[in-house]
């Protein structure tokens, strides 16, 4: 339950993150990336300051034996760089660049109503699903 609970505060402070800095704008976002034309660099402000509260954490779970309400730190430990990384890595900033959201401020955006993140989240699931039902078996 606790879990739970860490989870749920987590969730709305990273969602409350999102909509105060404005990443659940598309428009934003979409400036940000048009580094040739209208650039809005703002954003990049609100990823340079939230480097601060990550390496802070990070310096501090190098100092604990195990989080507080899980028994042990899931930090990714491969440093492969594979055809499925890459993939995915390439597939998200096409979709980040063509749309301007990602999953996290698209979870953000739905308190909104706006119906473009109903429509990105539903094709996430539905992307998730398909996954599930054809390449996590080849895995």
């Known amino acids: 339950m606790n879990r739970l609970i860490v989870a749920g505060v987590c969730g709305l402070l990273f969602g409350a ?41 990070y310096l501090i779970r190098r100092r604990m034996d195990a989080p507080v309400a899980a028994e042990t730190f899931h930090v990714p430990e491969g440093r492969t760089i594979d ?11 096409l979709g980040w660049g063509l749309v301007g959201l990602c999953p996290g401020p698209a979870l953000a955006a739905l308190t909104t109503g706006a119906w473009q993140a109903f429509v990105f989240v539903g094709a996430l699931i539905a992307g998730m699903a398909l996954f ?8």
């Not at 040739?36 to 660099?41: K, L, S, V, Y």
């Open 132 to 139: 599930r039902l054809t390449l996590d078996r080849t895995t």
């Open 83 to 93: 055809t499925p990384l890459v993939g995915g890595a390439v597939l998200f900033g």
């Open 17 to 57: 993150g999102m909509v105060v800095s404005d990443m659940i704008n598309p428009a934003r976002v979409l400036a940000f990336l048009d580094v040739t034309g209208a650039w809005d660099p703002s954003l990049a402000f609100v990823m340079g300051g939230a480097l601060i509260p990550s390496a802070i954490a």
